[in-house]
C-alpha cells in the first residue's frame, strides 16, 4: 500500500494539482516575482514546489536519498542544510507533520530555518474527513491537527498566523 501511495504522490496529474493548491492558496499574499529561494522541507522529490517562482532557486530537504525532481537542488543530511548558507524566502511543508512523533520538535527545526520575513507554509490532511470516509485498521497518521493548533505552535514560536483554512486540509501561512 506504502508503495502504490508514493506512486500515487508522484504522478503528474496529481503533482500538478497539488502544485496548483498551494500556488492558489498563496496568491494575493506572496509575490512570486520576489522569491529567491524556496524549501521543500520533508518534501521527498521536491514534486510539490509550486511552478510560479520564476526567479527561484528551488531546494529539498529530504533525508530519504532519493533522486530530486530536475531542477531541485537536494539536501539529505541535517548539518548540510544547517551549513548551506542560504536564507529562504519560502518554507513548504507539505503532508508530514502527520507522521511524526514529536510535532513541537519538528516545528521549531522549521522555525530554526526561517529568517526575518520568510513565510512558512504548512499543510496536514483533514483526517476527520478521511476517518469518515473508510474504516481504519492501520494508518500511518499518528497526529491530527485542526488550525487552532498550528496558531497555538506560532505564538509559542514568534511567528505570525498570515492566513490558514480547514477546508480540504489544514493549511497555514507564517511569517516570520
Known amino acids: 500500500i506504502q508503495q502504490s501511495l508514493m506512486r500515487h504522490w508522484r504522478s503528474s496529474r496529481w503533482g500538478v494539482s497539488r502544485r496548483k493548491a498551494i500556488s492558489d492558496f498563496l496568491i494575493g499574499i506572496v509575490d ?10 520533508g518534501g521527498d522529490r521536491g514534486q510539490f514546489i509550486p511552478d510560479v517562482f520564476p526567479n527561484a532557486k528551488k531546494y529539498v530537504y529530504d533525508i530519504s536519498g ?3 525532481k ?3 537542488v537536494g539536501i539529505s543530511d541535517a548539518e548540510e542544510l544547517r551549513n548551506c548558507n542560504t536564507s529562504w524566502d519560502l518554507i513548504l511543508c507539505n503532508q508530514c507533520m502527520e507522521h511524526l512523533s514529536d510535532v513541537k520538535e519538528y516545528f521549531e ?5 526561517m529568517s526575518k520575513g520568510t513565510f512558512l507554509y504548512i499543510e496536514v490532511p483533514n483526517e476527520r474527513s478521511i476517518l469518515n470516509s473508510y474504516t481504519v485498521k492501520i494508518h ?3 497526529n491530527m491537527f485542526s488550525r487552532k493548533a498550528f496558531h497555538s505552535l506560532a505564538e509559542q514560536s514568534g511567528l ?10 489544514v493549511r497555514c501561512l507564517f511569517k516570520k
Open 109 to 113: 527545526r522549521l522555525v530554526d530555518c
Open 140 to 142: 500511518e497518521h499518528i
Open 66 to 68: 532519493v533522486k530530486t
Open 32 to 41: 512570486f516575482n520576489h522569491i529567491k529561494t524556496v524549501l521543500d522541507y
Open 70 to 72: 530536475k531542477g531541485i
Open 160 to 169: 505570525t498566523v498570515v492566513k490558514s483554512t480547514d477546508t480540504s486540509g
